[in-house]
């Protein structure tokens, strides 16, 4: 294979599109491409799912779940995805359908407790990998549990909009796509839960809302 | 509510008009409003990222390769064909059935000339024999002149007509002369007595029990 001549070219092979790596793994059988789609969203579509079901390992297991369905789709009608345009936008999508149908099967099954599953997710796990001490990582620490606590208490509509716009990076128009709104709607609903988060933070005697940030 | 929206949509980079900014956040109400939504989201931007466990990536990395190792590019599923669309049956049904009693119409119509053809020749051929005689005969036939019937000379045996017209012309020239006088009459004069005008083959007036 020729080294591209064009800048653009160049540019293309060091950071390939999604629409590439789709390209490469579904022509050409190349793996590597679909495990860098993967790891260049996995925040987004992690974040997403774990803002869904506060579950680490439910959440590990919806991650896998959506991807099968990517591969699934991808492999027998690549179509449906090209229709799609954004590769991110179509794995939230299937992403979103996962976590559904999980939080329905889980109102199903509410009388069953889950709080055994975080028994099975690995210490190693929890750790985390940045350098700060452990005074700054146990505050930090308490501080997003705390938030991601307060995140949960809000309605679904607005918590799912939350989620989408600060985790998955999602713009409001591809929000309400996605959740099959209007544009209005989904701003309408992003105000709410900014004002109802507000509202939360503020009523608890836990943190000062001026203290996060510092 | 729109310019609350708006605020909103600045406040995450999706409207970039800097002046418009300015100039909602002139409005007090929206100014505190655009200080409380900032204040949630600078805490919710500073919210750690999540990543899935290594694992996780892993086991979906290896099933993507699985999935592709056991799917030929050349048996990957492309388009499918497209589909005929099934018409009910009521509208293939109704045609065909037409067009098959035209059919049999047509071909019955078509045997039943062919026998009636076959099937009368005696009855047909005499009434044809006997129309052309007589239309012969018609025209075989002459008028008579000055009281002699003029016959043709053709076959000795052959019906002959005549016609005798002596008769008629001389009562018709007897009214002629009878009523010429007539035209000489004018308003008081003498009325003409009935029984001088001609009445038939026997002049003047005869009662109608003496007509037989």
């Not at chain 1, 299937?94 to 939080?103: E, G, Q, V």
């Not at chain 1, 055994?116 to 549990?145: I, Y």
């Not at chain 1, 716009?165 to 996605?178: N, V, Y």
């Not at chain 2, 900014?21 to 204040?39: C, G, I, N, P, T």
């Amino acid at each position: 294979m020729a080294f591209p001549q064009r800048v653009e070219d160049r540019i293309s092979l060091l950071n390939p599109s999604d629409e590439e790596l789709v390209s490469a793994y579904v022509d050409q059988g190349d793996e590597r491409a679909f495990r860098m789609l993967v790891e260049r969203h996995q925040e987004r579509v992690f974040g997403f799912l774990y803002g869904m079901v506060r579950d680490r390992s439910v959440a590990n297991d919806l991650f896998q779940e959506t991807y099968i369905r990517v591969i699934s789709a991808l492999q027998k009608q690549r179509a449906s995805y090209s229709q799609q345009g954004r590769f991110l936008g179509w794995v939230l999508r299937i992403a979103r359908n996962a976590a559904l149908d999980h939080l329905r099967s889980r109102k199903r099954w509410q009388d069953v407790s889950t709080t055994a599953d975080d028994l099975d997710t690995s210490f190693w796990d929890r750790l985390p990998d940045n350098g700060l001490s452990s005074d700054v990582v146990l505050h930090n620490s308490e501080q997003e549990s705390f938030v991601r606590e307060c995140i949960d208490e809000l309605p679904p509509e607005q918590r799912e909009v939350l989620l989408l716009r600060h985790e998955a990076d999602l713009t409001f128009r591809e929000i309400a796509e996605l959740t099959d709104c209007s544009i209005n709607t989904a701003l309408g609903r992003m105000r709410y839960a900014l004002h109802n988060l507000r509202g939360i933070i503020s009523s608890s005697d836990k943190v000062e809302l001026s203290e996060f940030g510092t | 509510m729109e310019e609350k929206k708006s605020i909103l949509l600045h406040l995450y980079g999706e409207k970039d008009a800097e002046g418009d900014l300015r100039s909602l956040l002139k409005d007090e109400e929206l100014q505190s409003e655009h200080q409380a939504l900032s204040e949630v989201k600078f805490h919710l931007d500073h919210l750690g990222r999540s990543k899935p466990d290594a694992t996780s990536i892993d086991r979906v990395v290896a099933h993507a390769a699985r999935a592709s190792a056991s799917t030929e590019i050349g048996d990957r599923r492309g388009d499918r064909p497209p589909l005929w669309r099934t018409r009910p049956i009521r509208k293939v049904l109704i045609p065909a059935m037409s067009l098959a009693a035209v059919i049999v119409i047509a071909v019955w119509f078509g045997y039943f000339s062919s026998t009636t053809d076959e099937a009368l020749p005696a009855s047909a051929q005499i009434a044809a024999d006997e129309m052309t005689a007589e239309a012969e005969s018609l025209l075989r036939a002459r008028p008579v002149v000055s009281g002699h019937a003029v016959v043709s000379t053709g076959r000795a045996t052959d019906p002959l007509l005549v016609w005798n017209y002596a008769e008629s012309l001389r009562e018709l020239s007897r009214r002629i002369e009878t009523m010429r006088p007539a035209d000489d009459l004018d308003w008081g004069a003498r009325s003409i007595p009935l029984e001088t005008l001609p009445g038939g083959t026997q002049p003047g007036i005869h009662q109608a029990s003496s007509r037989r």
